[in-house]
């Protein structure tokens, strides 16, 4: 019969909540991954585990996210002066 026993040093599958706690996203956020069919699991006995190198595959696919520098607006200055809408005295 084979060895199941894994090292006690790391741990080879998570939960979804240990996953999105060493991923730094919500729990909902896996469950996300996990049926857009990014993230494979194992299940069975109703419980999800995720295997440490489907962690480490998409960590891999991930980008970073660099927003887009927006153009600035020109400010209106209407320093003793008003818009075509005069102001009531």
């Not at 019969?1 to 979804?16: G, H, I, K, P, R």
């Not at 999800?48 to 595959?57: A, Y």
Request: aromatic fraction near 6%.
């Amino acid at each position: 019969m084979a060895n199941l026993q894994a090292s006690e040093d790391v741990q080879t599958t998570y939960s979804v909540a240990e996953a999105a706690k060493k991923l730094g996203v919500s729990d909902t956020a896996v469950y996300r991954q996990i049926y857009a069919g990014n993230l494979r699991v194992l299940s069975g006995f109703g419980r999800i585990r995720i295997p440490l190198s489907e962690l480490e595959k998409l960590t891999e696919r991930l980008t970073t996210y660099e927003p887009k520098p927006r153009p600035r607006r020109k400010l209106r200055r209407a320093i003793g002066k008003f818009t075509k809408k005069e102001v009531p005295a």
